[in-house]
């Protein structure tokens, strides 16, 4: 029966074909603008770490003055951590792991002499990041905590930062000069790059940024590195263990619900600790703990013009299926003839109903089909603009069933009214007429 | 009312179906129209923002990573080299130029007890000038008077990054936002425990930093610049990390040379630094560039919505036509002239047109009321929901056009045939 519906829906459909190019047209055109944008918006709000996200949160304190005004298009001062805050929760061991981190562009020299030097970004961080992020080492490990303690002149490697200075992956005990200090390569490993650079400071290009070294927060202070990122102060002084100057981002994992419960509650009791010996101005109910999804969601790590486009194109989609409604009801009125022959020679209201929603089956697949081409022609001009996030711009295998799916969809529901109208039309009044 | 009107009435409430998709579509796109270009409107405008430097005679030469102790004593020697190249009109030192995304921020009050944090502060994008940098962008002076070669000196960096010098040229913007109505000529902004006199006031320069601009309808324009000596143009931005950019001023003609010319220059003097230089209009686009794909972006996704809204209409009218072909003949027959075929057709579009138009206009309204709650867009300005509707009805009247034209061609015979 269905093979017959197709073999009637192809024949209709070339009786009109400026109609129907017109149809297919119009939702190939709507498809290919939505699911530009939104594919653009699924790879930004995607998990940069499906496998670990569940286990990881951010702790959030406010030790900000209670007068203290935020301008609502500056940096929010609380998002960071005062250096003495940071370094109470990670020493506290509260969680199953944590660590302390601020970034960093430090300048590398290529070993051998005569070449230019060049600046890499980093991360300034404590011992756990590694096992906590899961990044994998070819070679080498972390620094222990007692290099930590100690400011040991450490750092890891990214594999293609070691390729870069020293042309191998295998770089371990060798020493890297970083910004004219000397440090001796622990562990090198595998390129890192996740989509956003969800544990960066809101600051940094969280799209294209990667880090590609590792060295002791300890040791960075020692030897005086500069962090990048936002820097909030509120009472003058900006030295980097000052109480009222908010630079460093915190980490840690948990792994049970429980432990989640228990580190609120550790939270909330810092915070209150905190304001009974005055530092704190704001109460405990300021300390709050996010999952990482919760603080991309917080942080609005999308860029608000990504969203409006994503409405603006899904608006258009809308002109396009309204515009295809009524053209589809214009196509199915116009064979009251047809359709009262055959419900005269006996199908019923619903085969005449699945005959034309086949119809439109067949529109919103031949539109499925152009709307893709045309959606991988936008990813591609989306690749070409100079936002951070445009090497993305691609679909994976979801996203393209989605596309049908989005067609499919929206042609069956263009053709629901139309067909339900055309079969109701009344055959002996159709057929006396004629 | 006309007989033309009443027909055309009763007809559409014999289709009313029909009727209503059109309405919903001319509606829609109405809406989604009078925001795009809304949209387009303000990053273009952005991107035309007049900036009183010399912004075709500038190349900007930055350079990082020399021999940190002797950076501060290499700023006089490598300015003498800049200076003596042929076709460079003055050169200086700046720790950031406008539009480079590198300004530094603080928010000034009018009394001396005001804080950066108080709402009353008025936030500021502010950045250095060393000694020649005010001739080498070309700062263009309104009022007062540039730095001293005094204040150049004395004006070392204190431990929070601000200079030790109490003086302050500010964007007549600022000075106009700061002080409403009045010269800003010896008064003293406050961020205690700072202060500065402002000395000179400048025509409008371009900043960068999002905090600044939301300061207003004028908060594109709300920068500061304080004197430095050479040691603390070196380290203004991170002691640890020194950086000094140079600004070089030349015709534009011979500014592509002089970029080459100080490039070469700067790596014979500091063989280890990592140099890089740009022309200010490239710095300017780079900062732009984003308003320019956005803005293609959207004006191509709403020429299309308006094809596809046209074809719709055509093809919904070319239905109507056919299906009313003995209609058509009928009146032709007792008399009607093709003119009134067509005014017929056109009559039906406007109207079912400027009911879309008025509740798209409403529809506009209300999304843009959405948008500046949820995303910092800002208040549409009227014209545009009326432009919007007139695009909108030109096109209906367009679209119609030729639909109603064929139906004049049907031929008063129709009448008597069967169907």
Known sequence: ?434 | MTPEFRHVLSSLRAHRVPALLVIFEIALACAVLCNAVFMIGQRMSDMHLPNAIDEQGIVVVSMRGGDAAGAAGSVPRDLEALRSIAGVQAAGSVTSVPLDNNGQNDAFGTSPDARMEDAASVTLEYSFLGEGADKALGLHLLQGRFFTAEEYANSSLRPELMPRSHVAIITQSLAQRIWPGQSAIGKVMYSKPLWYTVVGVIADVLCSNDAVRSGGDRGFYYGAFFPIDPAGSVGAFSPANPQTNYVLRSLPAERDRVLGEAVRRLKQLNPAAVIQAKRFTDVRDQYFADNASVAITLAVICVIMLLVTAFGIVGLTSFWVRQRRRQIGIRRAIGASRRQVVYYFQTENFLLSTIGVMLGMALAFGINLYLMQHYQMQHMPWYYLPAGALTLWLLGQLAVLGPALRAAQVPPMVATRAA
């Open chain 1, 1 to 434: 029966m269905f093979g017959y519906y197709l073999d009637l829906a192809w024949r209709s459909l070339r009786r009109t074909p400026v109609m129907t190019a017109l149809m297919v047209l119009a939702i190939g055109l709507g498809i290919g603008a939505s699911m530009t944008m939104l594919t653009v918006l699924h790879v930004m709000s995607d998990d940069p770490l499906p496998d670990r996200s569940a286990h990881l949160f951010v702790p959030h304190l406010d030790p900000r003055p209670a007068n203290f005004t935020q301008n609502l298009y500056a940096p929010d001062a609380s998002a960071n951590f005062t250096y003495p805050d940071a370094m109470a929760l990670v020493s506290s061991r509260q969680a199953v792991r944590q660590a302390a981190m601020a970034g960093g562009t430090l300048l590398a020299r290529r070993s051998g002499t005569g070449h230019t030097p060049f600046y890499a970004d980093g991360r300034f961080t404590t011992p756990d990041f590694f096992a906590m992020f899961d990044l994998s080492f070819l070679s080498g490990s972390a620094w222990s905590q007692a290099d930590e303690d100690a400011r040991a002149r450490v750092v890891v490697l990214s594999e293609s930062l070691s390729r870069e200075v020293f042309g191998t992956a295998d770089s371990v005990g060798r020493i890297a000069h970083l910004n004219d200090a000397d440090l001796r390569v622990v562990g090198v490993t595998r390129d890192w790059q996740p989509n956003p650079m969800f544990y960066a400071d809101a600051d940094a290009k969280e799209f294209s940024d990667a880090d590609r070294f590792f060295l002791p927060l300890s040791t960075s202070l020692d030897l005086k590195f500069n962090t990048n990122g936002n820097q909030s102060s509120w009472a003058g002084s900006i030295e980097h263990n000052s109480p009222t100057l908010t630079w460093l981002q915190v980490w840690v994992q948990l792994d049970t619900a429980s432990e989640v419960t228990a580190y609120r509650r550790y939270l909330a009791d810092y915070a209150g600790q905190q304001k009974k010996l005055g530092r704190y101005e704001r109460s405990a109910d300021s300390a709050h703990l996010y999952s990482l999804m919760e603080w991309l969601a917080i942080e609005r790590k999308v860029p608000s013009d990504i969203h409006l486009q994503v409405w603006l194109a899904l608006a258009f989609l809308a002109v396009c299926i309204t515009n295809i409604v009524a053209l589809l009801l214009a196509k199915f009125l116009r064979r009251g003839g047809e359709i009262s022959v055959r419900r005269a020679m006996g199908a019923r209201r619903r085969d005449i109903f699945i005959q034309l929603a086949t119809e439109s089956a067949v529109i919103g697949f031949a539109g499925g089909v152009l709307g893709l081409i045309l959606a991988q022609l936008g990813l591609w001009s989306v690749r070409h603009r100079p936002d951070d996030y445009a090497h993305l711009a691609s679909m994976d295998g979801p996203m393209l069933a989605f596309t049908f799916a989005l067609a499919l969809g929206a042609s069956l529901l263009a053709g629901l009214l139309p067909a339900w109208r055309a079969c109701r039309i009344t055959p002996a009044l159709q057929l006396k007429t004629q």
